[in-house]
């Protein structure tokens, strides 16, 4: 009699982890991107402001010599330098992608405890009731202080979130090959990727269903 309750369940928290982990996946990838533009940002604000110190503490008729800069072209060096650190500066103080990257791990650990807890349900198996999935619908919807995924890239985001479990399947049976090489057998064969049937001599063995009252 509770058969006809447990499926649903199950298939409902089965698509809640699916979708926590695109989630993650797509979260992961912002996070990652905002950080390697924070660094560089900083890293090129940090270069260009080291060579306007070397221009201002070095004599000027010194570096006019060795480099061959005639008057004029020193001082366009030197409001170069000083321009490109400021437009630097502005444009971290402005898009701030280091806060928009720990934001985004933020919304990475939140999907990945729901990805936990909705898996601690399944196991459970008959034991989930309408209660517990009631409210890890509530907690994995609590996401106000997270940032949202761009609608734009929605698609873009769930293509490479596909594509790498796809990866990961073909990777799982050939595990010395390269990616690249794994990625044409793919683009070539996409049906490569879909989950093997087991053995005969395991299928022959697998419990038969009881039938049906």
């Known amino acids: 009699m509770s058969e006809p309750k447990t499926n649903p369940v199950r298939a409902e928290l ?17 996070r990652d991107y905002y950080l390697g533009w924070g660094q560089r940002l900083n890293l090129y604000t940090l270069l ?15 570096l006019q010599r060795t480099l061959d800069l005639p008057p004029d072209g020193y001082r366009w060096v030197m409001a170069a330098a000083a321009f490109l650190t400021f437009c630097l500066s502005l444009v971290d103080l402005a898009w701030n992608p280091t806060a928009k990257s720990k ?8 999907y990945l405890r729901m990805i936990y807890e ?6 459970v198996g008959k034991g989930v009731d309408s209660e517990k999935v009631r409210w890890i619908q509530e907690e994995f ?11 734009g890239k929605a698609l873009v985001f769930k293509q490479r979130h596909l594509v790498k479990l796809a990866l990961a399947q073909l990777l799982e049976q050939n595990p010395h ?3 690249w090489w794994l990625k044409l057998r793919l683009l070539w ?8 049937a087991p053995p005969a001599h395991k299928a022959a063995a697998l419990p ?6």
Not at 14 to 25: F, I, N
Not at 48 to 62: I, R
Not at 103 to 110: P, R, S
Request: aromatic share 6%; hydrophobic share 45%.
């Open 141 to 151: 919807l609590d996401a106000s202080d997270l940032p949202r995924i761009p609608e």
């Open 48 to 62: 260009f402001s080291a060579a306007l110190l070397l221009f201002t503490l070095t004599p000027s008729d010194f």
């Open 103 to 110: 934001a985004h791990d933020q919304a990475v650990g939140h």
């Open 208 to 213: 038969a269903k009881p039938p049906k009252k």
């Open 14 to 30: 089965e698509a809640m982890r699916m979708k926590a982990d695109l989630q993650v996946t797509s979260h992961s990838y912002l």
């Open 189 to 196: 064969n996409p049906h490569l990727a879909e989950p093997l």
């Open 177 to 179: 090959r390269p990616l």
């Open 118 to 123: 909705l898996r601690s349900l399944m196991i």
